[in-house]
């Protein structure tokens, strides 16, 4: 179908929330919504329930070499991947947007906190604003790209009042594609960014070699 002749996008005043509730609060929240939405038939709409993962707004950035084609991962263990093969996930630097932060900001934090490297916010260049798993969560990532001098790159980072152990290492970009291939790389953020890094790869040498 041509964009011409695509319909009319459906938007948030095409649902009505009937009721609300908060299941569970903690560190994130669980929210129980009943709610009615306009149907692509025209039809008459029906009553669903859905349970909600309400998290914020997280950013993240992958660090690139790219006189030396070499990328910036780090290693965490997360619990929701105990079921992976996986459990200590390799990964892009992120972090959650605190109340008052952007997510440009998150970024360079994120990275003195995880990996030790000093990027400036200026040099970030925006990959995309995505929602991660719009089937049960509200939660949005910024991703972003940088450059940076990854020659003393490494080691053992994060802040252990938050529970943190994260260890930051530099591979080849074409070992971490590798990493993806394998299944060793298997969360959506990570093999998102390694996949956009290689399709800007050669642009990204120009612009970044300087």
């Not at 299941?23 to 149907?39: E, I, N, S, T, V």
């Not at 690139?64 to 997360?78: H, N």
């Not at 074409?174 to 993806?180: E, N, P």
Request: overall charge negative; aromatic content about 8%.
């Amino acid at each position: 179908m041509s964009a011409s002749r695509m319909p009319a996008e459906f938007t948030a005043a095409d649902v009505e929330i009937l009721c609300r509730d908060t299941l569970f609060q903690g560190f994130y929240r669980m929210d129980k919504l009943w709610l009615r939405h306009r149907r692509f038939d025209g039809g008459p709409a029906q009553e669903i329930a859905r349970e909600l993962f309400v998290r914020p707004s997280a950013s993240g950035v992958i660090l690139y070499d790219a006189p030396a084609d070499r990328v910036l991962l780090i290693e965490q263990f997360r619990a929701g991947a105990l079921a992976s093969p996986h459990p200590w996930q390799i990964e892009v630097i992120a972090g959650l947007i605190g109340p008052g932060e952007t997510p440009a900001g998150v970024a360079v934090r994120e990275t003195e906190e995880e990996a030790g490297v000093v990027i400036a916010e200026a040099d970030l260049e925006l990959v995309a604003s995505f929602l991660t798993s719009a089937g049960g969560s509200d939660e949005r990532f910024t991703l972003y790209a940088a450059p940076a001098d990854l020659s003393l790159a490494g080691g053992l980072h994060g802040l252990p009042g938050e529970g943190e152990d994260i260890r930051a290492a530099t591979w080849a970009l074409d070992d971490a594609l590798a990493l993806v291939a394998s299944g060793r790389i298997d969360n959506a953020v990570c093999i998102l960014a390694l996949q956009w890094l290689t399709l800007n790869r050669d642009r990204l040498r120009r612009q970044w070699a300087q």
